[in-house]
């Protein structure tokens, strides 16, 4: 039985409920705190690659990294239909090379879940540190630390979308799951049930561990790695969320490559 990232369509269609562009604007708006005008971005665990190839339309020279085989053919077969140049790169987001470097780089939808121990997270720091030019911008987007910390979840863990005619049924962790005490790393039990507008149904279930950062733990990666200091975090795309605020519902970080 194949799991949800060997089903890259059935991926993007779970997080259509995303808001692509506008989040692209929002982090060109960062990039252009950056100071020099920001030319290339790196995606990392990029998936489908939805922002890389958003970027890649607004001109910019897009790279899209990701460890599945499936994954990274989608990117680069929509790119294709899509008229895009984007480069995309089948790698280990923990140990990877590729020539040159980027003006900015970017992890979005929670990806770094998916590293697991701090070993993990900081050879995926120094990592993207070497690829990313002095003074240029690291953007991740985590999983806000309430929705394991606050009483309630401020994300949903059962959603329904609609695109392309296609109407998908959503669960992603939520109900028995529970995050382990030691490890900080959850199995998440996710479904998705698919109707096309031909009326056929499918539907296909997995199991996914993710790993849970606090602020206080990615700040102490980020200094045992080097390269990069956190320079603004918020809980929104946008700069007037704070990460305390009520309303935050995601935990993003801005870092700053040293010169």
């Given at each position: 039985?194949?799991?949800?990232?060997?089903?890259?369509?059935?991926?993007?269609?779970?997080?259509?409920?995303?808001?692509?562009?506008?989040?692209?604007?929002?982090?060109?708006?960062?990039?252009?705190?950056?100071?020099?005008?920001?030319?290339?971005?790196?995606?990392?665990?990029?998936?489908?690659?939805?922002?890389?190839?958003?970027?890649a339309?607004?001109?910019?020279?897009?790279?899209?990294?990701?460890?599945?085989?499936?994954?990274?053919?989608?990117a680069?077969?929509?790119?294709?239909?899509?008229?895009?140049?984007?480069?995309?790169?089948?790698?280990?987001?923990?140990?990877?090379?590729?020539?040159?470097?980027?003006?900015?780089?970017?992890?979005?939808?929670?990806?770094?879940?998916?590293?697991?121990?701090?070993?993990?997270?900081?050879a995926?720091?120094?990592?993207?540190?070497?690829?990313?030019?002095?003074?240029?911008?690291?953007?991740?987007?985590?999983?806000?630390?309430?929705?394991?910390f606050?009483?309630?979840?401020?994300?949903?863990?059962?959603?329904?979308?609609?695109?392309?005619?296609?109407?998908?049924?959503?669960?992603?962790?939520?109900g028995?799951?529970?995050?382990?005490?030691?490890?900080?790393?959850?199995?998440?039990?996710?479904?998705?049930?698919?109707?096309?507008?031909?009326?056929?149904?499918?539907?296909?279930?997995?199991?996914?561990?993710?790993?849970?950062?606090?602020l206080?733990?990615?700040?102490?990666?980020?200094?045992?790695?080097?390269?990069?200091?956190?320079?603004?975090?918020?809980?929104?795309?946008?700069?007037?969320?704070?990460?305390?605020?009520?309303?935050?519902?995601?935990?993003?970080?801005?870092l700053?490559?040293?010169?």
């Amino acid at each position: 039985m194949s799991g949800i990232y060997d089903e890259p369509g059935l991926y993007e269609l779970s997080c259509a409920y995303r808001d692509v562009p506008a989040e692209v604007t929002a982090l060109q708006s960062w990039f252009g705190d950056a100071g020099p005008e920001v030319r290339s971005v790196l995606e990392l665990a990029a998936g489908p690659a939805e922002h890389a190839r958003e970027l890649a339309a607004r001109g910019l020279r897009a790279t899209a990294l990701d460890q599945s085989k499936a994954m990274c053919a989608y990117a680069a077969e929509r790119a294709d239909e899509a008229g895009l140049d984007l480069d995309v790169v089948e790698a280990d987001m923990r140990d990877f090379r590729l020539p040159g470097t980027f003006d900015a780089a970017i992890t979005m939808l929670n990806s770094l879940c998916h590293l697991f121990t701090l070993d993990d997270m900081v050879a995926h720091l120094r990592a993207v540190a070497a690829h990313v030019v002095p003074g240029g911008l690291y953007v991740i987007e985590l999983t806000h630390p309430a929705d394991h910390f606050g009483p309630a979840s401020r994300t949903s863990s059962e959603w329904t979308v609609t695109s392309g005619g296609t109407r998908a049924d959503v669960r992603w962790g939520g109900g028995d799951d529970r995050i382990d005490p030691v490890t900080q790393v959850t199995s998440e039990h996710m479904s998705i049930t698919a109707r096309g507008a031909d009326g056929k149904t499918r539907t296909i279930t997995d199991v996914v561990p993710s790993r849970f950062w606090t602020l206080t733990e990615m700040t102490g990666a980020i200094r045992l790695a080097g390269g990069f200091t956190i320079e603004a975090t918020y809980g929104d795309f946008d700069t007037t969320t704070a990460l305390d605020a009520p309303t935050a519902w995601r935990m993003i970080l801005i870092l700053r490559r040293d010169a």
